[in-house]
Structure formats: structure tokens, C-alpha cells
């Protein structure tokens, strides 16, 4: 195999309001936790389950920006970005590891609260690149109800 591929494709809310740091240099960074969920059938017991799974979130530089001006906590987003694991010494002197999503491409799923719901544009991607392709499939991420026969 000539190569790999580190690819992460998310839809979900976040958990808070996006932390934002100004470094030194300039640079901006955003950071916060995004919550992704899927519902089930137990086949068992017949009733609905949902797994909620939590994902650390990573900006740099003008995608930063976006999240410091637009994103907050609940509201709904499509992400693509990759998996980068970094460690890091805690207050006892433990090394630690953190897996983040370090995000290339961001869709906001839902509006900010305050914005007109009469807006025209209900989706707004950023960066926006002339080519921007998307699933095909989208409406799929976006069912807050969706179903699945998952064995658990």
C-alpha cells in the first residue's frame, strides 16, 4: 500500500462554548468537546438506546475566528478534519495523551441563537472553497431520529 489515509468526517453539537487562545505569534486557536450520538433498538428488550460519544475539537487560524464569532454551545455542525494524538505532563508529573480532531472544513448544521429564522442561507461552510463537495447523502447525518438495527 502506497501511502495512508487520516480522514474524520463528524456531525454533532457542542458540548460547550468554543475556548479560544491568542498565542504569542498571533495565531488564534479554538478548542471544545463536540458530542456525536446514534440511537438503536435494543433487540432484547425492544427499547430505544442512544450512545453518545465526546470528541475533542481543534482550530487553528481563521476557522478559529469562525468559532469565536458563530459557534456555541448546542449548535449543530459537520466537520472533516483528522486524528492527531499528543501527550502532555499533568500537575503530578504523569504524561498524558489527548486525541483531537484537527478540523480542515466546517459546516454549521444549525443557526446561532438570534438569527433570524427567515435567513435565506441555512447553511453556511467554511472555509469555501469553490469546489466544496459534500455528501450526497447529508439529510442521513441530519435525522435527529434515525433508527438502525445495531445488535446493542
Known amino acids: 500500500m502506497a501511502g495512508s489515509v487520516n480522514k474524520v468526517i463528524l456531525v454533532g453539537n457542542l458540548g460547550k462554548d468554543p475556548e479560544i487562545r491568542r498565542l504569542d505569534n498571533g495565531v488564534v486557536l479554538a478548542s471544545f468537546t463536540l458530542a456525536t450520538s446514534e440511537t438503536y433498538i435494543d433487540k ?35 466537520l472533516e478534519g483528522k486524528l492527531k494524538t499528543r501527550n502532555y505532563t499533568d500537575k503530578e508529573g504523569q504524561v498524558r495523551y489527548i486525541t483531537e480532531v484537527l478540523v480542515e472544513d466546517l459546516v454549521m448544521l444549525s443557526r446561532p441563537d438570534g438569527e433570524s429564522k427567515n435567513s435565506t442561507e441555512n447553511k453556511t461552510i467554511y472555509p469555501k472553497p469553490e469546489n466544496q463537495v459534500l455528501p450526497q447523502k447529508m439529510d442521513n447525518f441530519l435525522k435527529d431520529e434515525e433508527e438502525d438495527d445495531l445488535p446493542f
Open 44 to 78: 432484547s428488550t425492544g427499547e430505544r438506546r442512544e450512545n453518545t460519544d465526546w470528541h475533542n475539537i481543534v482550530l487553528w487560524r481563521g476557522l478559529a475566528e469562525i468559532a469565536e464569532k458563530y459557534l456555541k454551545k448546542g449548535l449543530k455542525i459537520y
